[in-house]
């Protein structure tokens, strides 16, 4: 069946190791969108930090999508927000205890892409996390933001071997009530119960009448399985975790190998 709309993730998948767009790349998804294909960005980032790779490849207006934060917001490529879904202030403050509790390092995100932590000593990658999205870090604790402020994830981060030691315990405490995931090695994140990668993508093909046999996602991570087991055709990067790359059809190069054109040419342009 004819490919109509592709998810692609962006760190590690989309962008090489060096967080660039590949030339290849970029003319693969420029002949696909010619071609009618939706190519839809779907990554944990904000929209913030996903907009300078929308521009990089075209993909404008309201009848092109993103799906932002693991799924908790989908909208149009111009901003318009169709569906979202964040976490309670319950959780938020509970995360928050559990932090000043165990001195795991978090941050949490809003819908504007701003970054806030109660952590005086801010770690590095809500540092990275900030940068991305284009934003300031907003060192406050829950009960100093207004409370009509939705947080949309909150994100534990630290060393592989930290989180390691925290993932159960996480689980555990919010799992429960929440979609905890694992999105690299230094993200565990914590997002309402109701979203991942793949409720979003399924709810943008029921929108736009395709079916999964019509859905190609690309990706490397554990936070892409759940559109992998949604989409017709599942393609992990060369440069995947082995979880991921257990879910899928195809295992195309890495990303610092042209996968993404791979990928392209194999399902949708079928020059293979």
Known sequence: MTIKLVAIDID?????SQHQLLASTKQQ???????GVKVVLCSGRPLAGVVPFLNQLGIAGDNQYVITFNGSIIETASG????????????????DDYSQATGLPYNVLDQNSVVYTSNVNVAPMTVVHAWENEAGIHIRKPNEIDAATQMVKAVFTGAS?????HEPQVRAQFGTDNYVVRAADLFLEVMHADVNKGKAVQYLANKLGFAPDEIMAIGDEKNDIPMFQ???????????SAEAK???DFITADNDSDGIAQAFDQFIFKVW
């Open 29 to 35: 998804v420029a002949k696909a969108l010619e071609q």
């Open 246 to 248: 257990a879910h899928v």
């Open 230 to 240: 949604f989409a017709g055709t599942a393609v992990a990067m060369g440069n995947g």
């Open 161 to 165: 071997e930290q989180l390691d030691a």
């Open 12 to 16: 590690d998948t989309l962008l090489s």
């Open 80 to 95: 318009k927000i169709l569906k979202e879904a964040g976490i309670s202030r319950e959780t938020y403050q509970a995360i």
